[in-house]
């Protein structure tokens, strides 16, 4: 699993626009009390469900691995000149 340069901006960044995207898909905001673990598991299976990224193997599901993979989806949403890509 190579890293990104700036991998914990781009998750941020993914954090904040899967939030905005349960939210358009018709979610609620997450309680206060809902772990950031928790938090990114439910975006990565909305994504999965939504068939915007491709599942992990259930072996490789694990927290690491999982924020990869939403580090990878939205490296794919961004145009090649964000500046979180150079």
């Not at 901006?9 to 954090?15: D, Q, S």
């Not at 990224?53 to 939205?74: F, Q, T």
Request: charged share 35%; proline share 5%; with cysteine.
């Amino acid at each position: 699993m190579k890293k990104h340069k700036n991998e914990d901006k781009l998750f941020k960044l993914a954090m904040e626009l899967g939030g905005g995207y349960a939210k358009k898909r018709g979610f609620s905001d997450f309680d206060k009390g809902v772990s950031n673990k928790d938090k990114v598991e439910c975006i990565y299976r909305l994504l999965v469900s939504d068939k915007l990224i491709k599942p992990l193997p259930e072996d490789k599901e694990d927290g690491p691995n999982i924020k990869h993979r939403l580090v990878l989806w939205i490296v794919s949403q961004l145009p090649e000149t964000h500046a979180l890509l150079k």
